[in-house]
C-alpha cells in the first residue's frame, strides 16, 4: 500500500487549502481513506475518513470547515480546509485501511505527509 500525500503549502489566516491523496487503484477501491495531523508539540489528531463507499465521517471539531472528498478517476482523496486558523499548521497524513475504524484510530498505512502552515 502506497498513499501520496501533496498540495501543502503556506496559507494566510482565514485562507483556505486543499490536499491530496493519491494511491493505486486497488488500495483506492478497496480501504477506507483518511486524515490525521500531528502539530508541532502536540499529539496526533483524527480529521476524517472516507470509506470505499463514500461515507464521510469527520472528528466532531472539523465538521463544517473541512471536507472530504474523493475522484474515483484519479485514486484520489482530498481534504479541502476552509477558514484556515494558525493551530491548523501541522503536517497531514493520510492513513489507509480496509478498515475505517482502524483508520479513525491512527491504523493502517501511513503516507509520508504533507506540510500546511498558516501564517500572515
Known amino acids: 500500500v502506497q498513499l501520496q500525500a501533496s498540495g501543502g503549502g503556506l496559507v494566510q489566516p482565514g485562507g483556505s487549502l486543499t490536499i491530496s491523496c493519491e494511491t493505486s487503484a486497488d488500495v483506492f477501491n478497496s480501504h477506507a481513506v483518511g486524515w490525521h495531523r500531528r502539530a508541532p508539540g502536540k499529539q496526533r489528531e483524527y480529521v476524517g475518513l472516507?470509506?470505499?463507499?463514500?461515507?464521510?465521517i469527520y472528528a466532531n471539531s472539523f465538521k463544517g470547515r473541512f471536507t472530504i472528498s474523493r475522484d474515483n478517476a484519479k485514486n484520489t482523496v482530498y481534504l479541502q480546509m476552509n477558514r484556515l486558523e494558525s493551530e491548523d499548521t501541522a503536517i497531514y497524513y493520510c492513513?489507509?485501511?480496509?478498515?475505517?475504524?482502524?483508520?479513525?484510530?491512527?491504523?493502517?498505512?501511513w503516507g509520508q505527509g504533507t506540510q500546511v502552515t498558516v501564517s500572515s
Open positions: 472516507i470509506t470505499v463507499e463514500g461515507s464521510l
Open positions: 492513513v489507509a485501511s480496509p478498515y475505517p475504524g482502524v483508520v479513525k484510530l491512527g491504523g493502517g498505512t
